[in-house]
C-alpha cells in the first residue's frame, strides 16, 4: 500500500524548535518529488516547501523562508522539516504530500497529518 | 503569486442534487489545476488534475471543467459521502504553490 505517515508534531513553546518526519512506503520514494502542506485550525491549505528528486531543488512559501528547511533522506525514505523559531501562526497540522508526476506538483498521496501546537 | 479564489464559501445542497463550485485564478493558469476533497479529521485527496481528469477512484459524478482563470467542479446526484470541503489548486506558475479558501459542501 502507498503510505506517507508522519510524526514529530506536538507542543512547543514560541521560538522553539520541532522537527517533523514522514516516512513513505509502497513506492519508490527517491523517484518522487515531496512537499509540506499546513492547515491551521479551521482554515484552508497552505503549501510551505518543496523538495525535488535527488535534492536539486528546494523551495519555500515566504511565510516559513529562512526559518524552516526540509530535507530527504532517500536510503530511509523519509522526508523531514525542520521547524526553528516557531511561532504561535505556525500552530497547524503538518501534511507530507508527494507529487503526482516530476514537474507537476499536484499531490496525489497524502499523509495523515501531525498537529504541531506553538504556546507558551 | 497566484491567488486563488473559491466560490461560494458556503454551498447548502440536498442528497441527489447537483452542486457547482467555482474556482478564480488571478491569472491564467492554464489547465494547471486540481481540486481535493477534505472530509472532517482527514487528509486531502485529489480529485481532478489538469482540471478535468478524474483522479484514480474519483467517482463520474464528479467533474472538472474550464482554463485559463476560471473553473468549475460539478457534483451530480450528491451522495452522502460528499458533503465535505474541497480546495482547488494552481500548480502552473510556482513557487508558491496555492490553494483556494475553499468551498464547503453541507446538507440543505
Known amino acids: 500500500e502507498v503510505q506517507l505517515v508522519e510524526s514529530g508534531g506536538g507542543l512547543v513553546q514560541p521560538g522553539g524548535s520541532l522537527r517533523l518526519s514522514c516516512v513513505a512506503s509502497g513506492f519508490t520514494f527517491s523517484s518522487y518529488e515531496m512537499n509540506w502542506v499546513r492547515q491551521a485550525p479551521g482554515k484552508g491549505l497552505e503549501w510551505l516547501s518543496y523538495?525535488?528528486?535527488?535534492?536539486?531543488?528546494?523551495y519555500y512559501a515566504d511565510s516559513v523562508k529562512g526559518r524552516f528547511t526540509i530535507s530527504r533522506d532517500d536510503a530511509k525514505n523519509s522526508l523531514y522539516l525542520q521547524m526553528n523559531s516557531l511561532r504561535a501562526e505556525d500552530t497547524a497540522v503538518y501534511y507530507c504530500?508527494?507529487?503526482?508526476?516530476?514537474?507537476?506538483?499536484?499531490?496525489?498521496?497524502w499523509g495523515q497529518g501531525t498537529m504541531v501546537t506553538v504556546s507558551s | 503569486e497566484i491567488v486563488m479564489t473559491q466560490s461560494p464559501a458556503t454551498l447548502s445542497v440536498s442528497p441527489g442534487e447537483t452542486a457547482t463550485l467555482s474556482c478564480r485564478a488571478s491569472?491564467?493558469?492554464?489547465?494547471?489545476l486540481a481540486w481535493y476533497q477534505q472530509k472532517p479529521g482527514q487528509a486531502p485527496r485529489l480529485l481532478i488534475y489538469t482540471a478535468s481528469t478524474r483522479a484514480t477512484d474519483t467517482p463520474a459524478r464528479f467533474s472538472g471543467s474550464g482554463s485559463g482563470t476560471e473553473f468549475s467542479l460539478t457534483i451530480s446526484s450528491l451522495q452522502s459521502e460528499d458533503f465535505a470541503v474541497y480546495y482547488c489548486q494552481q500548480y502552473n506558475n510556482w513557487p508558491p504553490l496555492t490553494f483556494g479558501g475553499g468551498t464547503k459542501v453541507e446538507i440543505k
Open positions: 523538495i525535488s528528486s535527488s535534492v536539486i531543488a528546494r
Open positions: 504530500a508527494r507529487s503526482m508526476i516530476r514537474g507537476v506538483e499536484r499531490f496525489d498521496i
Open positions: 491569472q491564467s493558469v492554464s489547465s494547471n
